[in-house]
């Protein structure tokens, strides 16, 4: 128990930093990695990585790593990137902002006001509840806004997405192409 740093290296590693402000390092192979309570820094490196940062306010990144990753943020204010592969990102409770990266990702922002980016890649970015804004990158994106009044938009991409307002009074800025927009319920833009 305590603020710890741990260091997974090479191999397939199991860390958790437990109670704490935890600094957390995976190396390279496919790690299982948990934070459990504490405002966690998790770097999961290469590899086909799975991390649930828990309670608190989280940095999870794996950005430029190779592998795929399922990040978990659990509750909590997080800010998580996904790697060079696809990647399942799920910021749990909290204002969460989830970047793709590269890659076939599947972005969830669970409950609250959420920031997701879809960057490169065919995304799937789910807001579920809360006033989320959902960026989507180049590819085919699916952004679905769920419940509250949500911001979706694809603006000045050349790819097509497909936008779901879902509930809620909702803006959607499609791209530069021919897309696909269901409103859903409420007054949407």
């Known amino acids: 128990m305590g603020d710890d740093s741990l260091y997974g290296f090479a191999g397939g590693d199991s860390l958790d930093g437990g109670p704490g402000d935890d600094f957390i390092s995976g ?14 820094q998790i770097s999961p490196g290469d590899g086909f990585d799975f991390v649930d940062a828990g309670l608190g306010n989280d940095s999870i990144n794996k950005f430029g790593s190779k592998g795929a990753g399922t ?4 509750d909590g204010n997080d800010v998580i990137w996904g790697g060079t592969e696809s990647d399942s990102v799920d910021g749990g409770e909290g204002n969460d902002q ?23 890649g065919n995304d799937l970015l789910d807001g579920e509840n809360g006033d989320d804004s959902l960026y989507g990158g180049k590819g085919l994106d699916t952004l679905v806004g769920g419940d509250g009044s949500d911001l979706l938009s694809k ?3 050349t790819s097509s997405g497909n936008f779901h307002g879902g ?16 409103g859903g319920g409420g007054d949407d833009l």
């Open 155 to 157: 603006y000045l991409e």
């Open 167 to 182: 509930e809620g009074s909702d803006t959607v800025w499609g791209s530069e192409v021919a897309d696909t927009i269901y």
């Open 27 to 40: 190396g390279d192979g496919n790690d299982s990695i948990g934070g459990s309570a504490g405002d966690d």
């Open 98 to 120: 989830l970047v793709g990266f590269e890659g076939n990702d599947t972005l969830s922002g669970g409950p609250g006001d959420d920031v997701l980016t879809g960057s490169d």
């Open 71 to 74: 990040l978990f943020g659990g």
